[in-house]
C-alpha cells in the first residue's frame, strides 16, 4: 500500500473517516474555493520561480474556475481572491527572500520511501531552496489568517513538516505562509527538525499503519470545542445516515486506495 501525510493525519484525527475515505472510497466534493485557488497559486509561483509572468500564470489558472459554482467563505469572490493572489505575489517579489537556483529539479519533487511489508510512503515536497541565503525545505501555505508564531520554536511540532524531514532527512525546514486578508501578508518561519523527532514519526507511522493493516478503524467523534472534529468533518453524513448531506458533501470513487496518494498534491 501507499501511504502519505495526508492520510496518516486523516487516521490520527479519526480513523472512522480514514476507512470512509480511503477503503469505501468517500471523497469531499471539491467546492471549496480556497483549496482551488491555493493550487493555482502554487502553479503561479513555480512560474515565478521559472522567470515567467506569475500574474498572468494566476490569471489563467483561477480564470479555469471564473464559472465554478464555489462555496465562497463570507466576504469573498472569484475578483477579490484573484486581487489578493496578484498582490501578494507582488510582495513576494519585492521581498526576494527565497531563492531557487534550479527550479525544474528543485519544485513539487515526488518522494518515495520504502516501508516494511512492501508499503510505501509518498511525498510531494512543494520546494528545495535557500530562504534568506540559507538551504531550507520550504512548504507553501495560502491561507486568511496567520500562523501562531509564538512562543519561540512552536513551528518545530508541526507534523507535516516534522513528516517532511523524517521523509527526507532534511532538518531546516520553513513555512512561507501567504495570508490573504485586507492588508496581504507573508510569514516566512523557519524551524529545524531534530534526529529524535524524526525517528519518533518513523515510530508513530509504524504503529499507525500496523493499526489500519488490523483494520482498526474506531470513531474518535467530537462536538465539543476544541475537540469537535465530527463538526467539520466531510463524512458527517455517512456517520449520521443522513443522505441529504451525503449527496451535498461527497462522492464515491471506485478502487480508492490506488489513488489515495493524489490528496498530497492539494495539501
Ligand atoms: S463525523 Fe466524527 S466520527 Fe464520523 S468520521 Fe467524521 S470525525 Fe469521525
Known amino acids: 500500500m ?13 480513523p472512522r473517516s480514514y476507512r ?8 469531499e466534493k471539491e467546492t471549496r474555493a480556497t483549496m482551488i485557488f491555493g493550487r493555482c497559486f502554487e502553479k503561479a509561483l513555480e512560474a515565478y520561480f521559472r522567470g515567467e509572468d506569475c500574474s498572468v500564470v494566476l490569471y489563467r489558472e483561477w480564470g ?5 459554482p464555489f462555496d465562497f467563505k463570507k466576504g469573498e469572490t472569484w475578483d477579490r481572491m484573484l486581487h489578493q493572489g496578484v498582490l501578494l505575489l507582488e510582495r513576494f517579489a519585492q ?3 527565497i531563492q531557487i537556483p534550479r527550479p525544474n529539479e528543485s519544485l513539487q519533487i515526488k518522494l518515495v520511501r520504502e516501508l516494511p511489508n512492501a ?8 520546494a528545495f531552496g535557500k530562504l534568506d541565503a540559507s538551504p531550507y525545505l520550504i512548504d507553501w501555505k495560502t491561507t486568511t489568517s496567520r500562523y501562531a508564531d509564538a512562543p519561540d520554536g512552536l513551528l518545530s511540532l508541526d507534523p507535516q513538516l516534522i513528516c517532511y524531514s523524517w521523509v527526507t532527512g532534511v ?19 523557519k524551524t529545524s527538525i531534530t534526529e529524535e523527532q524524526r525517528q519518533e514519526f518513523g515510530r508513530l507511522l509504524g504503529v499507525t499503519i500496523d493499526q489500519i493493516e488490523a483494520a482498526h478503524f474506531p470513531s474518535h467523534s467530537g462536538i465539543r470545542f476544541p475537540q469537535n472534529g465530527c463538526v467539520s468533518c466531510p463524512h458527517l453524513g455517512l456517520c449520521l ?3 441529504k448531506l451525503i ?19 492539494v495539501d
Open 2 to 14: 501507499m501511504f502519505s501525510y495526508t492520510q496518516i493525519s486523516n487516521y490520527l484525527r479519526c
Open 20 to 27: 470512509h475515505r480511503y477503503l469505501d472510497g468517500w471523497r
Open 64 to 68: 479555469a474556475f471564473r464559472e465554478t
Open 95 to 97: 521581498d526576494n527572500r
Open 119 to 126: 508499503n510505501q510512503f509518498i511525498a510531494y515536497i512543494d
Open 171 to 189: 532538518s531546516e525546514v520553513a513555512l512561507v505562509v501567504f495570508v490573504r486578508k485586507h492588508q496581504p501578508e507573508i510569514q516566512y518561519l
Open 241 to 243: 445516515g443522513d443522505q
Open 247 to 265: 449527496d451535498s458533501n461527497l462522492i464515491r470513487t471506485a478502487g480508492a486506495n490506488d489513488l489515495a496518494w493524489l490528496d498530497e498534491l
